[in-house]
Structure formats: C-alpha cells, structure tokens
C-alpha cells in the first residue's frame, strides 16, 4: 500500500522522537521546524515554543552557513556540516559548543525531496559517547534497521526489529554478506534499488515490496516498506546503505483481497443491463459501470469526480438538482426522471434512483443507484397523451354529450357540453346522470345501462334529462352506447352520445295527437274539415322549415369517437391524407383500414366532384373559416354512391396552427328517401286539401238547402197548422187537437234545429276577419241583447277587466252568448243566478295544459256560474253535436250551443275545456293565444 507524505513524516518523527541524539526537521519549502527533546538545548528556546516556526528564524544565527545545506539537501543530496557553533545553557551558564550536522534529504511518495533531516552530533570529546548512544537507540527502535557496507554488501548493523522479522540471530549474519544470508534477493528488485542508491547517493522509499524470508521453518512471501538511505562519507562517496523498513503483509494482503472483491463487482456491474453509479455526499462521481460509458459516450475525466450535469438536458437541470439537493439534505432515497444526452447526440428519458450510503459509525458516505432507460415508455405515454387530447379536443367541439365509462360502465368522462347543458362538472359514476333522468325514466334508464353492461351489446334508447340551458327543463336525449374490446374480446372501455332530439320528439308526438284529433273530428261528419286543412298546412310548413333547421344542426352530430358506427370519422392530414379510420367510416365507404389510411380523401367523390377539384376547395374553405359542409353523392369501396352529408373542421393545436382536419360524414340515403316521401305526402296533402275544399262547397249548397228549400215547406206547416187551430179548432176532436198541437211544436223545434245547424255552420265556413276588439265593450253589447233574459232571472253578471284582442267580432259576441245563456238556462230554482266572467294572462313557462302550443303565451277566460252542473266525467260530452244532459221537458235547446262555442274558440287557434260538480254549478275555461 501506498505511503502518503503524511505517513513518511510520522514515520521519521518516529524515529527522531525516541532518539536521545539531538535530531530535528526541517519540513517542506518553508522548513518547517520539528525537533526532539534531545535537540531543545540547541533550540536555546523553552519547551515547544520553536515548534512548527521556520527553521531560517529559529538558526537564524547560524543560517549563513545552515541555509546553503538546507537549499543542497531540498535538491536531494545529503550534506554534512562539521562545524557548527551552538551556546548551550550548561551549568548555570551558557557556552559555546561544536556540533557536526549530518543532513539527509526525506522523500515525498513520488522521491522527490519535501524536507531535511538533521542529526547534530557534540564534537569531539562526547564523540564516542553519543555514537554509542545512537547505536543503542537504533538496535531498539521497532522498525528494522540494517546497515550495509561495501564492497559485498556485509552487513554491519541488524537491530531487534529486524532479527525478529527474519527470525535469525545477530551471530548468524554479522559480518556476512546479505545476499548470503538470504539468497532469494539476488537478482531481485532489492538488489537493482541497493545498486541504486550506491551509484546515485540519493536515498529511495518502496512501498509494499514483496520479498521471500524464512519463517516458521519456510520461505514465505512478505511485504515491506522500506527506505533505502545512503551511507556517505566526509568526501561525499557512498559507503553502504542503511535499510529502514516495516512490515505492512497484513496491510497489503487486505489491500489485494479488496483490489479482487472490487475486480469482481466491477465484472458484475458490467454486465448488469442498467447503469450502475456511485457518489460522494456532494454529488460527485466516484464509480459508474461500462454500461454509462457505453450509453452516454463519455470519457471516465468527465465522468469521475463530476457530477454528470454536462450530459444533463438544458431544461432538466433545475429539476436534477433540486432533487438531488432535496435527497442530500435529508439523506434519503429517491427517484426522478430527467433526459441525458445518449452517444448518439440525442436526450432521452431516464430513471434515476438513488439510495444513502453510510458507514458502520452511521456516517453519511454519499449515494448508490441506478439509472434506467425509460425513453420508449415516455414517449408512449406522450403518445397516449396527445391521443387523449386530441380526442377531447374532438369530442369537446361537439354538439352533443359526449361521454366515457370503465369496463364496469362507470362513467369517468363527460366533454364540454356535459357541463353547458347539464350545468355539472367533475362528478362522475351512475349518480352522475341518473339523478338528472326524469323521475319517470330513471328506472327504465338505470336497468337498460346495467343490462348492456353485463350483456356487452349496444345501447340505443331515448330519456328525459333536465337541462339547465337554454332553460331548465326536461328535454328528450337519443343515448347510445358501444363497447371497446381487446384483442382476447372483453371489454376495455364504453363511449357513448347523448343527442337532442326533443324538438323532433315533440314534433312526432304532437303529429300523432293532431292526427288522432282530427281522425276523431272527422269522424263525426268532418265537422272541422276547413280547420284541419288550415293546420295540416301549418303541419306541413312546420316540417319543411324542421327539415331545413335538421340539416343546419348536423354538426351536432359530428366527430364522434373510433367506435361511433353511425357516423364516418377520419382524421386527415394537413394535405388530406387519412390518418385515422373508425367503424362507421368502414361501415358505410366499405373500406378496412388497412386498405384506406395513407389514401387521400378525393377518391371518396364522384369523377364530376374530382374534376371540380371539390375535395381541394372543401379544404380550402376549412382553412379559411375553420370548417367546411357539403351534402351530396359520395362513392363507396364497390363503386356504389349513397348521399351524405359531410362536415370537414380544422384541428389546431396550442400555437392555433393547422395540424390537420377532421371529416365527418353522415349517409343520409334513408333521410334523403323520407324527404322524397314527405313531398309525396304533401302532394297527398295538397289532394285532401282540394278535396275537402270540395267538402266546404257541398256543405254551402247544403246550408243554402238549409235556409232557403227546406224551411220554407217548415214555414208553411206552422201558417196553416195555426190557421186550422184558430178557425177550426171548434169541429176537432180531442185528440185532433192534441195532434195538431204536437204537429206545430214538432215544426218549431225542427226550424230552431235549422237555424242552430246553420249557426254552427256558418262558424265554420264564414270568413273569419280578424279585428282588434275592446272585449269589454263587445261583453256590454251582449249584455243589452240577454237583458230581457237577465232581468227576468234577476241574474247578477259580475265581470273583471277584459283585454283588448285581434278576434273575429261576431263569433267572440256569439261565444259570450252562448256561455251567458246556457248559464241562464240551467239556473236553480229559488236561487239568484250569479255569473262571473274574468281574464288573466298565463306565460307560457306557467301554463300546464297539454293542449297549449309550447312556447305560447296565452289568455285564459273563466265564465263560472252558481247553477246546476253536470257530473265531471261528462266534460268533454258536452262539446258534442246534439249531445243533451237533461230531456226536452226540463230544459229546452237544440244541443249544439256549447259545440259552436268550442268552434268558435279553434278558429281563434285555441282550446275550451269544463269543470263541474252537480248541483255546485259549472265553470267553462277557454284559452286564446296571444298573438
């Protein structure tokens, strides 16, 4: 093992501190002052008070002389002084004395000088005295001293240390030559450094030599430092070598027995598939494996005692530090990632991990870890990352709800529409929708989702949700649902739509309430004819202009998922390669995508389209203004066309760059082949039209019948039914008489029927002019017309603040009539009638009638009376042509009255319903809309 500098100077103040010779150092280029006890008289100082001061201050009277040796000595060559003056304290004075300094220069580990060694021996009264001292003192030092002397190389001086390590006694080689004594060194290195130091006179340290000595009755291998000094005379010519060593075996054979253990994990560690690494407590490196230097490219100088940041990436390298910082304060494991530059020049990802080192005292020694390539793993996760982003930049740009849920059909995910339509966000799992279902679809929705979870089939089914925009109400939603599955078929994942479709729902259900209505007014003898074809006009323009809003909100139906079969959904490139294919797309172009991505998306388009550059200019135009439509023929794999209609949107990313498009196609064959069927129902439509046009004639020519034909035989009857009761009455029998008195009232009621049936009729084929009229002053001129009626009852008429409405006069007068005369009519006995008749103004948000026009406003008219009602179940009955609650006998009337008020109110495009309980008088409601 290697001696320091430190060592060798330990191992020289060993020496001179048990010498009773005056000895002392001078060390390094200042020279340093080290000294014995025996050398303290010479110092002429008190006790250690000259230690560690420059030798030139401490002899500075002597330095004249001192300092040429000193400066000879530091350039390897040993000088002797014989002469030199000292006043030495003797006997209670001080007196002069002559010393003779020999001066030995000390190597360093690499043999140059670093200091002097100086032994002052009394001349010349003393001389013997002390030499004999000084062999003493050497025979028991506990370092093996010999001395050699030329020519042979006898040896003169062998102390105890050294018999002991030889095991032989001081007869046995005093006086012999030491390669006599011990063979083995011929011609080994002991001798080559001998010669050396001979030819040369400057002195040599070896470390660790190994050399073979008897021991234990055997020749065995044995370790030394050893100095090699020269022995020189007054001439300065080399008389022998003095050879101080001691023996370090235990130290060097720890030292292999590491050097082997350290050989074998350095094998090992190479041979490991990850980088190895250990650090000081700052950070520095002491040891990586070859698999850095093979990863990194880095020489060992930039590798040992650094601390990597060169290879680090430019933005990692707060991030490095910091942790390791963090790690270090704490003495703690850790892990973090960061990019280093590779061999090739290029950063990849890695995985540092790092564990404390300490030493059986718990000293902290610094770091031990390992760093692992993890480049194609992050790279993947980027991968999946700017997948999912894309994704929810595509499903947040859609019209509909978009939604996710785990193989367990937990919902994990709504986009952005989620949250503007429902008003909720972060919130996810079956309560985050089914609270938000109506309260009569929540059983029905939560078992169809549970049972196609558990089946894997489709989801296809309509609800009600609550929605907060663009006001909170139910509204009827499409939702569908389609499971991703793996490779081995289980289900990894659920995406699925939420779709509008109230207005189209509501439009269908109140289709079939106004079909079944009006199948049901035909049905009693078409009643309503004129007023059926003016709203199935309405119909038909309400479908017309749907149809034209349906294809204006088809971007709500766009860029669904890669499993949406409905829709086709491609991702293309900025020039319009496809990049992406889902199903839908394969299931309506017929192409796998195998067959289509990296295909450009012209070959979709008719040769006439191809021609017009058409798939060029529909990109253009999404460049310009972010996206582009177009409905048309499109051509599939097997050369069939369908009709679809297409949306193409520009994709940016974080800079608002073009990154590429995404095309939505839908096919609208089916809807395109319904279009031309509703023209053909509207063509059906225009023929009913005419046909009941016709009807409204024959009807006219039956009212002028009416009126004119069968009236006049009527009045002719009644002349001279009165004329025979008035001038013949006399000659006629009882029971003529009674025939002839039911023959006139039979007339009567049958021309009261006539003008009722006219009545009723003109309020359907009158022309209907609509006024603005005061209804306040129309309800005062009913009033004068019944006074007669209303006197005679004693009736008290009690009216609010009626509105001011565009009506048609005559039919409103009449329709405040008829509700004030039936009142009348069916008063009780001994009870003054009242009636009371208001009007209140009811939004369209507070009205809870089925048969309101959503979204209308409306006026609701109340004529309540006190009389005798009529049992709740016959509400409806009463609005019946010719339907009677009580005989001729008790109330007289043709049954038709309450039927013309109820016409009256449709052909304001309103609605009259009734509320009763007998014997508690009725109340009648009608509803007008307001314009």
């Known amino acids: 093992m290697e001696v320091t500098a430190f060592d060798k100077k330990n191992f020289v103040f060993e020496i001179i501190t048990q010498s009773h010779v005056p000895m002392f150092v001078a060390w390094g280029p200042a020279g340093t002052l080290f000294y014995n006890e025996a050398c303290q008289p010479?110092?002429?100082?008190?006790?250690?008070?000259?230690?560690?001061?420059p030798v030139q201050t401490v002899f500075a009277g002597n330095w004249e002389i001192l300092g040429p040796a000193f400066d000879k000595v530091m350039q390897g060559k040993s000088v002797t002084i014989p002469e030199i003056q000292l006043f030495i304290d003797r006997n209670g004075h001080r007196e002069p004395v002559s010393y003779t300094f020999s001066c030995i220069p000390i190597p360093d580990a690499r043999f140059s000088p670093c200091g002097m060694l100086v032994t002052a021996t009394e001349n010349p009264s003393v001389q013997h005295a002390a030499q004999k001292k000084i062999y003493d003192i050497l025979l028991q030092l506990p370092i093996g001293i010999l001395t050699l002397r030329m020519p042979d190389y006898r040896i003169e001086l062998a102390n105890n240390s050294f018999l002991q390590i030889t095991t032989k006694e001081i007869g046995e080689i005093t006086g012999r030559s030491l390669f006599e004594v011990n063979p083995g060194l011929k011609g080994q290195l002991a001798e080559e450094l001998i010669d050396q130091v001979v030819q040369t006179g400057k002195s040599h340290i070896e470390n660790g030599m190994p050399l073979r000595i008897e021991r234990n009755g055997g020749q065995v291998t044995a370790y030394f430092n050893i100095l090699f000094y020269p022995l020189l005379e007054s001439d300065g010519i080399c008389s022998g070598v003095m050879l101080v060593g001691r023996e370090v075996t235990d130290i060097v054979l720890e030292k292999k027995r590491m050097e082997k253990s350290e050989h074998y994990f350095r094998r090992l560690a190479d041979t490991v598939p990850v980088m190895l690494w250990i650090t000081r407590p700052d950070g520095?490196?002491?040891?990586?494996?070859q698999k850095w230097y093979d990863y990194t490219g880095q020489p060992p100088e930039n590798t040992l005692g650094q601390r990597w940041l060169s290879v680090v990436h430019p933005d990692d390298l707060a991030l490095m530090t910091g942790c390791f910082e963090e790690a270090n304060t704490h003495q703690v494991p850790f892990n973090f990632e960061y990019r280093i530059k590779g061999a090739d020049g290029n950063y990849r990802w890695i995985l540092d991990s790092g564990s404390p080192m300490f030493d059986n005292?718990?000293?902290?020694?610094?770091f031990i870890g390992s760093v692992v390539d993890i480049d194609n793993r992050k790279l993947a996760e980027d991968a999946v990352r700017e997948r999912e982003k894309r994704f929810r930049q595509l499903a947040d740009s859609m019209p509909q709800i978009v939604w996710t849920a785990n193989a367990d059909g937990y919902v994990d995910y709504y986009n952005k529409q989620w949250t503007l339509l429902i008003g909720e966000e972060n919130q996810f799992?079956?309560?985050?929708?089914?609270?938000?279902?109506?309260?009569?679809?929540?059983?029905?929705?939560l078992e169809s989702w549970q049972e196609v979870v558990r089946s894997g089939e489709t989801l296809d089914v309509e609800f009600r949700f609550k929605v907060k925009y663009p006001a909170e109400t139910y509204r009827w939603f499409l939702v569908r649902a389609r499971p991703i599955k793996n490779d081995g078929g289980q289900i990894i994942k659920w995406y699925g739509t939420c779709t509008d479709i109230d207005e189209v729902k509501t439009i269908r259900l109140n289709l079939e309430l106004r079909v079944a209505e009006r199948t049901h007014e035909i049905s009693h003898k078409n009643k309503a004819l004129e007023e059926t074809t003016r709203e199935l006009k309405e119909i038909n323009q309400q479908l017309e202009l749907r149809h034209e809003e349906l294809r204006q909100s088809e971007e709500r139906y766009l860029r669904m998922t890669n499993e949406v079969e409905d829709y086709s959904i491609i991702l293309l490139s900025k020039e319009g390669y496809i990049e992406n294919w889902n199903k839908g797309a394969e299931k309506i172009k017929g192409y796998t995508a195998d067959e289509i991505i990296g295909m450009h998306f012209r070959l979709f388009y008719?040769?006439?389209?191809?021609?017009h550059n058409l798939p060029e200019k529909l990109i253009a135009e999404a460049c310009l203004h972010g996206k582009s439509t177009f409905e048309g023929l499109r051509v599939r794999k097997d050369g069939s066309t369908f009709w679809a209609y297409t949306v193409l949107t520009a994709l940016h990313n974080d800079k608002n760059d073009i990154i590429g498009f995404s095309k939505v196609t839908r096919d609208l064959t089916k809807q395109k082949q319904a279009e031309d069927q509703l023209k053909m129902y509207a063509e059906q439509l225009e023929q009913k039209n005419r046909e009941l046009e016709r009807s409204n004639g024959e009807l006219s020519s039956f009212s002028y019948v009416a009126s004119h034909d069968l009236q006049e035989p009527l009045r002719k009857i009644q002349a001279f039914g009165n004329l025979i009761q008035a001038r013949d009455v006399a000659n006629l029998s009882d029971t003529s008489k009674d025939y002839f008195e039911r023959m006139v009232k039979a007339a009567i009621r049958m021309q009261n029927l006539i003008d009722s049936l006219l009545e009723f009729s003109r309020t359907t084929t009158a022309r209907k002019n609509f006024e603005s009229t005061d209804l306040n002053v129309l309800l005062e001129d009913v009033k004068r017309e019944l006074a007669h009626r209303i006197e005679e009852k004693k009736a008290e008429i009690i009216t609010a603040h009626l509105?001011?409405?565009?009506?048609?006069?005559?039919?409103?007068?009449?329709?405040?009539?008829?509700?004030?005369?039936n009142s009348l009519k069916y008063s009780r006995d001994e009870t003054t009638p009242v009636i009371e008749i208001t009007a209140s103004y009811i939004k369209a948000k507070d009205l809870d009638e089925k048969a309101a026009i959503p979204g209308k406003d409306y006026f609701r008219f109340k004529v309540k009376d006190n009389g005798i009602g009529f049992?709740?179940?016959?509400?409806?009955?009463?609005?019946?042509?010719?339907?009677?609650l009580h005989g001729r006998n008790e109330y007289s009337g043709s049954g038709i009255g309450l039927?013309?008020?109820?016409?009256?109110?449709?052909n304001h495009h309103g609605f009259m319903r009734a509320e009763s309980e007998a014997g508690e008088g009725a109340t009648f409601y009608f509803f007008i809309p307001v314009k």
Request: aromatic share 10%; charged share 25%.
């Open 42 to 53: 010479l110092i002429g100082l008190p006790p250690a008070e000259a230690l560690e001061l």
């Open 284 to 289: 520095s490196c002491t040891y990586v494996n």
């Open 361 to 366: 005292s718990g000293v902290f020694e610094g």
């Open 429 to 445: 799992g079956d309560s985050s929708f089914l609270k938000h279902v109506h309260p009569d679809d929540q059983e029905r929705c």
């Open 606 to 611: 008719t040769y006439t389209d191809q021609q």
């Open 803 to 821: 509105p001011t409405l565009t009506i048609i006069p005559f039919q409103f007068r009449q329709l405040l009539s008829n509700l004030i005369s």
């Open 871 to 884: 049992e709740q179940e016959f509400a409806e009955k009463i609005f019946d042509l010719f339907q009677r």
């Open 899 to 906: 039927a013309i008020c109820k016409k009256i109110v449709e």
